[in-house]
């Protein structure tokens, strides 16, 4: 079978234009495929920033909060009474808001402001300048080093601005896992300073951080806060909620999908076309090895490997060309959200072997058609 | 006495039903021996065609049967009248069909790599059954840099690499000018021919009739006659 399939890809490899063609299509396809599924799941990582930099095990919410920007607060005595739910180690508030801070040359730079409980510091991020214990200073914030951090001007300790006619410095230089999704820079506070510095509602917690003594407590505390009014959700399940909003709520997903499908049609229709051309074209010499003494099955697999190898040539290529786009796009716009995942690559495989299985069905019946006794018949 | 290569018994075959029914081959029968250039000559649409199909293996009859060495061929499978085919007959088609993506080497090594044979030694083998045809220069060159008789000679190195018993041309002459035709036949005639190979040439061109040991005539589906009876000639060999 070696020699058979030797032959078939030195027809594929030598007939260079239609190669080249087929190469094209698969390629330009993936590509397109794996960049709009990248950039999806770069959006939906970044809705989660919060959640994901956070890290509690339960967040406890309003039931109508569809993402985690937009904060719906809570009285301050559902913080008492989950912190009375068996089960729980420990509760804590968090705020999350957004501010607009006045820079030091009186530019206007709208940011978000995490304020962590004041006692535990729960949730605080990875200093890279100064310490932790800074932030119970005098106007103290923590900048974020993330893509949007040049947009306070790339501060340094001891950077002023202001906050609603408030003094803010910053303290300390952190890092977090992952960058939010409105291109905003972040600050991290104390959650007394964020209520402090920032015009509040009644209610002033934005979610309450909760950890359970156990992970065999999860789904008692859930039992618990919903029979309070209230939802808590564990981190996966909170992140799953805000992918589900953008994927079927805000257009985005369907429209990632409408992109995906047409990615998948052009190179469906490129590689098809060119494969079925490059079929016939050698439909009599497949004729001809039938007549000489080729069995059936083994042309069939000339076929499918001739897809096959050309499916799977372009599929690494179409990667390769859109790791490095992608690669090269964040190399130069720092807040450029798109991520290739194995879901993703997984995907976009799937729909190449679905393209490379229709292209060589459509081979496949012309080459099991053919009849020996044609080729004399001419 | 001549070995029998091929016996032909009542052979007949039609093409559709009812009214659009033609009958292409009818009630056919002949022999050809193993040493003999055997010529089936007729005007166009007289079954020479379709009768050098079904004795290849390659169309089935609706009756009658043929044996090729006395192998009944038309009893046996799909699969085992394919590796028939590729073991014991040889092809050259009237369109050479060559793949113009193919080295000529790579072209004629085929029926040995359909074979399993190993790719390094068909192309090896290949080369020696191009050196025979006298284009032993052309193994890395595509076909499609050949002309028409080397072309010819490529399809003739291909249909005898795995050293068939019985060689079937189909219109040899037809692509070709009448002196490089001519020669052509001759050449088969004197190097790929002998006494273990038995060859069939379908052909309408009298210009070459002089290579052929028998005449087999056919008209309108039916064997009308055979010419130059020189089987005592074989026999005597």
């Not at chain 1, 005595?77 to 068996?86: A, G, M, N, Q």
């Not at chain 1, 985005?252 to 998948?264: K, Y």
């Not at chain 1, 090269?328 to 495989?349: K, Q, S």
């Amino acid at each position: 079978m070696r020699g058979i399939l030797h032959i078939a890809y030195k027809l594929l490899v030598n007939d260079r234009p239609k190669y080249a063609a087929l190469l094209v299509g698969i390629t330009f396809a993936v590509f397109l495929m794996i960049e709009m599924t990248s950039l999806f799941a770069g959006i939906l990582a970044r809705s989660s920033a919060t959640v994901v930099n956070i890290g509690a095990s339960i967040w406890v919410m309003d039931p109508a909060i569809q993402t985690v920007a937009n904060t719906i607060p809570l009285p301050d005595y559902v913080l008492d009474e989950v912190r009375s739910i068996p089960g729980v180690k420990y509760a804590v508030p968090l705020y999350s808001g957004s501010a607009l801070l006045k820079l030091r040359d009186g530019t206007f730079q709208a940011a978000n402001i995490i304020g962590l409980d004041d006692t535990s510091l729960f949730g605080r991020p990875t200093l890279l300048t100064g310490t932790i214990e800074d932030i119970y200073g005098e106007n103290a914030f923590i900048a974020i080093k993330d893509s949007e951090f040049y947009k306070l001007q790339s501060p340094k300790i001891g950077a002023e601005f202001e906050l609603n006619d408030h003094r803010g410095v910053i303290v300390g230089i952190a890092h977090v896992v992952s960058s939010g999704l409105f291109g905003v820079p972040t600050l991290y506070t104390t959650y007394n300073r964020a209520l402090q510095y920032i015009p509040n509602t009644r209610f002033t917690i934005s979610y309450l951080l909760v950890e359970p003594k156990s992970p065999a407590d999860v789904a008692a505390i859930k039992q618990q806060v919903t029979k309070a009014g209230y939802l808590a959700l564990t981190k996966d399940e909170f992140i799953a909620k805000i992918a589900n909003f953008y994927k079927y709520q805000t257009g985005i997903g369907t429209n990632m999908l409408i992109m995906t499908v047409i990615s998948f049609i052009i190179g469906l229709s490129i590689s098809g076309q060119t494969f079925y051309t490059f079929v016939i074209e050698n439909l009599e010499k497949f004729g001809a090895l039938k007549a000489i003494g080729a069995k059936g099955r083994e042309l069939i697999f000339m076929i499918l490997f001739q897809a096959s190898f050309v499916a799977l040539t372009g599929y690494g290529i179409g990667v390769g060309l859109c790791t490095c786009i992608i690669w090269l796009a964040r190399l130069y716009l720092p807040d450029y959200a798109a991520i290739v995942t194995f879901g993703n690559l997984w995907l976009a495989f799937v729909m190449v072997v679905v393209i490379a299985a229709i292209s060589s069905y459509v081979g496949v019946r012309k080459v099991r058609k053919i009849e020996p006794f044609d080729i004399f018949r001419g | 006495m001549a070995k029998t290569a091929i016996e032909a018994q009542s052979l007949n075959k039609w093409f559709g039903e009812g009214d659009a029914k033609t009958h292409a081959v009818r009630d056919v029968s002949f022999e050809a021996y193993f040493g003999e250039v055997l010529y089936v000559v007729g005007p166009s649409g007289s079954g020479k065609t379709t009768m050098l199909s079904i004795i290849s293996g390659i169309l089935r009859p609706n009756s009658g049967s043929v044996k090729i060495e006395g192998t009944e061929i038309w009893s046996l499978s799909n699969d085992a009248l394919a590796d028939f085919r590729l073991h014991k007959i040889g092809f050259v088609f009237q369109d050479f069909h060559l793949f113009p993506r193919l080295t000529t080497a790579e072209n004629v090594a085929i029926p040995l790599i359909l074979q399993k044979r190993e790719w390094n030694e068909a192309l090896k083998e290949a080369e020696t059954d191009l050196a025979i045809v006298g284009l032993k220069d052309r193994a890395q060159l595509p076909p499609v840099r050949l002309s028409g008789g080397e072309q010819q000679r490529v399809a003739i190195a291909r249909a005898i690499v795995s050293r068939p018993d019985i060689l079937i041309l189909d219109e040899p002459t037809a692509s070709l000018d009448g002196d490089t035709g001519r020669n052509i036949v001759k050449f088969v005639r004197e190097h790929i021919l002998t006494d273990q190979r038995c060859i069939v040439i379908v052909t309408h061109d009298s210009r070459i009739y002089e290579f052929a040991d028998r005449i087999v005539k056919m008209e309108d589906g039916r064997l009308t006659g055979i010419e130059r009876e020189n089987v005592e000639n074989l026999n005597a060999q």
